[in-house]
Structures are given as C-alpha cells and as structure tokens.
C-alpha cells in the first residue's frame, strides 16, 4: 500500500514532497505555516491578498492608515472612483512581506506567493503587475495565479529578469481555462510550470456556477492530464480540493496528479492565521453548516460557515481604507447592495445587508469564514479537552499525517502517522 511518501514532485532537477498546502488569504495561510511547508520539503503559500494590512500586522507599518488619510473626504460618496493605491506602498508592502518569509526560510522546500486576480484594486492591471514583480524581487520562489483567467497576467511579467526562473503556476477549475490560458500566452513562450486543478469541495472563492456540486475533481483532472498529453505538454498537474486524508492524495498521485493541494485541515494548525476562537468554529460544524453562497463581490461563489458573521452585516464600505475589490472603475457589488439598503431604510439605525458581503472588511478581520468542504471532519482530527474545545495541532503532524499515513488513517495529535 503507497504512501504520499513514495512519491515526488519534480522541478527540473529537484524533487519534493508532493504535498503544498495553499494560499488562504487574508494571512489566513501566514509565513509560519508556509515556512512549515518548506521546512518539511514540501511548498508552501503565502497570500498578497491585502498585502498593505497584512504588512502593518506584521511589520508596524502604517499603508493602510496613510491611504485612509488621504481618502477620508470620501467615505460619505457612493463613488469610490477617486480611490487608487499608491503603487510605491504597494510594492513595498509586498517586498517587506515576502522577503521577510524568504529570509527564515529552512529546509529544502519551496515558498511560493498566491496571487488572486479579482484583487482589481481599482487598477487591475497596474496593481498586478507591481505585485508579481515586487514578489519576485523580494525573492519569492513562485507565484501561484488564482481567482480568475489570468489571460495578461505572463504578460506582465515577461520583463522581469526572473520570468523564466521563478516557478509561475496557475490554478483552473476547467480544461477550457487552461486552454484560454495557454492560447492567450503561447507567443511568450513560457508555459506554465505546474497547473492546480481545484476542483469543486474546495476552500475560499470556487472556480464553479451554482451547479458546482455537479462536478468531479477526478474527472476534471482526467481531461486536463489527456489535454496535456494529446498537446505533448509535459506540467505538473496538482490536484486540490476535498483531499483529506493521506490516501485520498495517494489516489490522485496514482492517476497522473504530480502532487496535491491541500488547505482545509491546516486551517486548524497552530500556525494558520486564524483566530483561537474560529478555528474552534472550524471544528465544531457539521456538514450541514458548510454552505456555499453568492455573498462575495467578486462574483465567484464562494464556501463559508453558515454561522459567518459577514452574512447579512450591514457595515459601512471600507473602500477608502482598503478597497481591494474596486473594479477599476470605482465599483463593487458590495457597495451597490449597501447603497440599495441605505436608500430603502435612510433611517436604521443598523443596516442589514443579505445578498453581498464586505468581504475586504470582513475577510481583514476573520469575519468571513470561509472553508473547504471537508471542514466538519476536522473534529476526527484531534481529540477534545477537558473545557470541551478541540485541542489544534501543529503543521508539522499534519504535514506528515498527509506524508506517511496509509489505509486512510488520521494520527491524532501526539502519535506520529
Ligand atoms: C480558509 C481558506 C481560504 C482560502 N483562500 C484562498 C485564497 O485566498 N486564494 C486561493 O487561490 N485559494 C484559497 N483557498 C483554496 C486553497 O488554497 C486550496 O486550493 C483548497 O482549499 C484545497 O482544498 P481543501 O481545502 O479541501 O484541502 C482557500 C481555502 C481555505 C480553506
């Protein structure tokens, strides 16, 4: 019977434990659970969703309250479209994260950045490409393009003198997405170096309609490994979404996926960037309690916790101090909905908003819950205390839980897998 182990994940002439464990933005995936990743042998993520707060977290430094400084005359005007970022913080933000990561970095494993692009920031192009670039100064190992098509986004880089170095992968949901993404890039002759096919039990924004329970990781993978094949393209495809146990991922390494990614069962690690209290929400839901809504402005389906206190809260837009989802033109769903709201009830005095979240309020402050399918099995992971809470475990065991248990068993806290 094959274990995780038995396998390994190939970059040119290096090899590593076929396990990543992906990028949870908002600082939900950190630099310590990341640098667990790569410490172990395996790679890990860090996110730049947010990058200027996330930088102020942990480095002291004040973006986010110099930009709302500077916007604060606005925060009573429904059009945010004077709101940009300053493209100089942005970079540097990102430089201070990333480096900082690189430079505790041990073991022989790999930190990539995850890279969302509906992070429009009111200037899509622009504010992506500071923030690849940036990344790729500071050091950063690969990047990894999430949440969208990213049809430009090789092309914004490809004057960077690490473009050909750096591991660039990207994540689809679809063969069509990556056929789009290929064609679209084909004159820059650089394909990609690993692609994550993230099926539809994933954690955080779904690459899927309503109709996503329709779907099958396993099938989509089959499509996209014969695609690769019939074409003579030789990518590491690396399977994510709903892989729970060692053997889950066995499977997948035994079917053509190069390695897997996993996220769920870290978001009760020790490191994981979530708060003590939720991650205990994480334990205690039941299946039941893991929905998959269309809350998020992005327009992307995205699955929470039904007990999500970003459902339904009606908070003032916080665009002039974050504003990460402004979508070029000043404009985000959220602040649609909230305007709706204002105008229907001028003299509430709390506003409730049901069908769009401020997700960049919410997600900076682990308010919105967003989780993988598999979250109500996190309880069979630990073991209960005596006050009743679920005891978190560190990355490390789960790491090598993934890594060496077979017959899908799940060692629990305190005996090796
Ligand atoms: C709490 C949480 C937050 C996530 N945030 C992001 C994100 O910011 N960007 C992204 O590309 N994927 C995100 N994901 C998806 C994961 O990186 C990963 O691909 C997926 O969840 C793997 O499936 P699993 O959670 O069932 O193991 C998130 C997942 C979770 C659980």
Known sequence: MKRVDDFRLKFGNREFVPIMIGGMGVDISTAELALEAARLGGIGHISDAMVTDVSDRRFDTKF????????????????????????????????????????????????????????????????????????????????????????????????????????????????????LFLRKNARLNRMPDYVIVEGPLAGGHLGFGSD??????????????????????????????????????VSFLETGSAAVQVATRFTVANECGLPKKVKQ?????????????????????????????????????????????????????????????????????????????????????????TCGHTTYRLKDTTRRLDDGSYETLSAEHIFRDYQFSIDHKIALPGIAA
């Open 281 to 369: 929400e994480y334990f205690k839901a039941s299946e039941e309690d893991i929905i998959v809504n269309t809350v998020s402005p992005t327009g992307y389906p995205m699955r929470m916790l039904r007990n999500t206190p970003a459902i339904g809260a009606g908070t003032r837009p916080n665009c002039e101090a974050y504003g990460y989802l402004l979508d070029g033109n000043g404009g985000c769903a959220y602040i649609t909905a909230y305007n709706r709201e204002l105008a229907l009830h001028p003299d509430a005095k709390t506003l409730s908003v049901t069908d769009k979240t401020c997700l960049c309020t919410h997600m900076r402050n682990f308010n919105c819950w």
């Open 212 to 249: 996503w329970a329709q779907y099958d990781l396993a099938t989509i993978i089959a499509e996209v490994v014969q695609y690769l094949r019939a074409e003579q393209l030789v990518i590491p495809v690396i399977a994510a979404g709903g892989i729970f146990t060692g053997s889950d991922a």
């Open 64 to 179: 986010v309250k110099n930009k709302l400084k500077l916007f604060r005359h606005n925060i009573d005007n429904s059009d945010k479209s004077i709101i940009k970022f300053d493209l100089g913080a942005l970079a540097e933000a990102t430089r201070r994260h990333v480096e900082s990561t690189m430079q505790s970095k041990k073991g022989e494993g790999l930190i990539f950045v995850n890279c969302m692009e509906k992070l429009t920031m009111n200037a899509p192009r622009e504010t992506l490409q500071v923030r690849m670039a940036s990344a790729l100064d500071a050091g950063v190992d690969g990047i990894t393009l999430s949440a969208g098509l990213h049809l430009g986004s090789f092309g914004l880089l490809a004057d960077h003198p690490r473009f050909r170095d750096a591991k660039l992968g990207i994540i689809v949901s679809s063969v069509r997405a990556l056929q």
